[in-house]
């Protein structure tokens, strides 16, 4: 029976890639009956309806097991995800940074940070960036689409793995999309001079194949651009244990369960001071904790 992995869902339609090939599906009515609906990034078996070379058309089967599942967006088996920032037009919000950083670590997946318009920026600003996010657990990498320069250490992280790109707008995820895939055809959009943010160009989840000389199965995935990500923590006190960097403190406040705010012999406190630990990433902290401190509870029936 052949089968393939969904790259895009539209309309009740599943478009399977096979590895040569891509069929047009729809699923067994079964899966409705059973509460389950096919997922971009399932992997699936598929009886062939048509053969023709204009369509190819396909009834999905069988969903194969999924290694994991995300709500936001709806997609599964993502090994990784590739957050992309530009250092300058528009200017990184750290804390934005940080958001994404959490929620992927929430989500178990795995991070690579990608700075993009490299060629905008002095070798100082990168070694700034550096400095703040080097202990943050990721691969940094830097990228001019423009210059077409870091492609070849992007596409060696991306090699036979199917990655989320995330991030906000006007960063230029479509661009490095399209030059992934040229075949993809992704939008780009505008940057607008005003606000300095892009228009958002992506509208829906798919899923575009990298083309690998060996046949390679390397997937990536372009997600609408994010103004806002809520923090992904679900208490206050479990913050910090997002925040790697802290790691190297553990057990040496005065206080057990010291949050590192304002508690006397917090030895967080002190690496900042001695510059051990980035001082940006600790305001950031403080001021995600006081955002899911001060966050009213949500009453359910």
Do not use: W
């Not at 009956?33 to 009834?59: H, M, R």
């Not at 199917?162 to 505008?190: D, F, M, Q, R, Y």
């Amino acid at each position: 029976m052949p089968s393939g992995k969904i790259i895009k869902s539209l309309s009740g339609f599943y478009e399977v890639h096979t590895g040569k090939c891509i069929y047009r599906c729809r699923a067994k009515g079964v899966f409705r009956s059973l509460g389950v609906k096919p997922l971009v990034g399932d992997d699936v078996e598929f009886d062939v309806v048509a053969e023709n070379p204009e369509l190819k058309e396909g009834t999905i089967t069988r969903i194969l097991p999924r290694k994991n599942e995300l709500v936001r967006p709806s997609v599964a088996n993502i090994d990784q995800s590739l957050l992309v920032f530009a250092i300058t037009h528009p200017i990184p919000s750290y804390q934005m940074l940080d958001r994404f950083l959490i929620s992927m670590q929430k989500r178990r997946l795995p991070a690579i940070l990608c700075f993009s318009k490299a060629d905008l920026a002095a070798e100082a600003e990168k070694e700034e960036l550096c400095g703040i996010y080097g202990h943050c657990g990721c691969q940094i990498l830097f990228l001019s689409t423009e210059e077409k320069s870091g492609l070849d250490a992007i596409r060696q992280v991306l090699r036979g793995k199917t990655t989320v790109l995330a991030g906000p707008s006007g960063v230029g995820k479509s661009t490095l999309v399209n030059l992934l895939c040229p075949e993809a055809g992704a939008e780009t959009g505008e940057l607008s001079r005003k606000i300095q943010r892009g228009k958002n160009t992506t509208r829906h989840v798919e899923l575009f194949r990298v083309a690998e000389a060996d046949g390679t199965g390397t997937f990536v995935m372009d997600t609408p651009g994010f103004t806002s990500l809520d923090v992904m923590a679900d208490q206050a006190e479990e913050l910090k244990d997002y925040y790697p960097e802290f790691a190297p403190c553990l057990g040496k406040c005065r206080f057990d369960g010291c949050n590192h705010m304002e508690e006397p012999g917090c030895a967080v406190r002190q690496a900042v001071q001695e510059g051990k630990i980035p001082k940006v990433r600790y305001e950031n902290y403080r001021a995600l904790f006081l955002e899911l401190k001060n966050r009213k509870p949500v009453y359910r029936r």
